[in-house]
């Protein structure tokens, strides 16, 4: 039987509410029907950099009680733009917003489900990760299981990378099968180019377009230092969030930048910045992706939008064939909310959704706690 959900999620980029309407038919069949980013407000943005920064009890309380305003706001945004009333969803998933990710320990994420349920009128799957966290994972990556039931190719092996705020991998040997199937983050993806961005020129969010970067020259020895960090000769199972790779790590890599130059400007460290995602995301797939795999890559997430990321990529990657998530499926900013759309229609019918290969859980666990209408 088809069934219409609505996925909700922020992620680390911290772009804005993702909401994708999704009609599912079954564990392998998942149609868009359409999708919206109802974006952050520089207060908004800043309020959840604070609160992960220094926020107190009562801060973290009402930033819970806030975005869950905000994921309403965002859902209703996407039903009235296609004419469709709440009451004919079964589900909303929301995945929220994350403010602490430990991996192995604890994953934090804030969007009062209630307020959620209350304002919409429908039943609410949140809190994902903790029940992965809970049997022994890392509580990520959790898109995997869409990855594998969804996207994968029914034929040969495939990649899947997407390029959010972090970076993480998929590899999934045939679509629909679990065995052999493995996902592990990479690193920074967008969060250090565009918390780097923000720290040379005050007033702007990212590096639209890739342009500064493409303008500036990367410090290559200052990203070969960085590559030397912890988590890049850490095997899988392992995940990452803004407590490793944000702001005080992106201070981190001006300071280095500026040190080895003092006349290297912002576009410098931006290009950086941006020469440290492209190569730990190649590294990465050299050191922990099965041998002799398949060279099919789809990307997907912000950084599909970033030419210059793109091109550097295509430089590294030229033994795999890159494609564009939008170009295989639908419109890859869409992916991740339509992927917990997804894990949500999963839990209500009693179907794991943690890959147990990917997190480093004991077992595979059905994920997420609901909220009545």
């Known amino acids: 039987m088809s069934e219409l959900g609505l996925g909700l999620m922020s992620g680390t980029s911290l772009d804005g509410v993702d909401a994708a309407l999704v009609r599912i038919d079954g564990p392998h069949s998942i149609h868009l029907e359409g999708w919206h980013t109802h974006p952050y407000d520089a207060g908004e943005r800043d309020a959840v950099l604070d609160v992960i920064a220094q926020g107190s009890v009562r801060d973290l309380a009402m930033l819970h ?32 917003q994350t403010v602490w990710h430990e991996p192995g320990r604890v994953s934090l994420q804030l969007a009062c489900p209630a307020t959620i349920a209350e304002g919409l009128g429908v039943q609410v799957v949140s809190d994902f990760r903790s029940r992965d966290v809970a049997a022994g994972g890392q509580g990520a990556p959790l898109v995997t299981i869409a990855d594998a039931m969804l996207f994968g190719d029914p034929d040969h092996g495939r990649a899947l990378l997407n390029i959010g705020g972090m970076a993480n991998v998929t590899w999934v040997p045939r679509r629909g099968e679990l065995t052999g199937v493995m996902a592990f983050d990479t690193g920074p993806g967008v969060a250090v ?57 992106a201070a981190r890599l001006i300071d280095l930048v500026t040190s080895r130059d003092p006349a290297a400007t912002g576009d410098d460290c931006v290009a950086t910045a ?21 060279r099919d890559l789809v990307v ?41 759309a997804y894990l949500g229609w999963r839990a209500l019918h ?24």
């Open 65 to 96: 009680r806030q975005l869950g305003k905000k994921f309403v706001r965002a859902a209703r945004a996407l039903l009235d733009g296609l004419d469709l009333p709440a009451g004919e969803l079964s589900f909303i998933a929301s995945h929220g």
């Open 193 to 249: 180019i565009d918390a780097v961005a923000r720290r040379t020129e005050p007033g702007t969010r990212f590096d639209d377009g890739g342009r500064r970067a493409a303008a500036g020259a990367a410090s290559v020895p200052v990203v070969e230092e960085l590559l030397t960090d912890r988590f890049f000769a850490t095997a899988p199972p392992k995940s990452t969030g803004r407590e490793a790779f944000g702001d005080a790590y």
């Open 274 to 294: 941006l020469e440290l995602t492209a190569r730990s995301i190649r590294m990465q797939l050299d050191q922990w992706l099965p041998k002799g795999t398949d």
């Open 300 to 340: 997907s997430g912000g950084g599909a939008r970033n030419p210059t990321l793109l091109a550097r990529l295509g430089d590294l990657l030229s033994d795999w064939t890159l494609r564009s998530f939008d170009d295989e499926f639908f419109d890859g900013d869409a992916k991740e909310a339509a992927a917990f």
């Open 350 to 373: 009693g179907l794991a959704g943690n890959v147990p290969n990917a997190t480093g859980a004991v077992g595979p666990r059905v994920l997420g706690s609901v909220t009545p209408a």
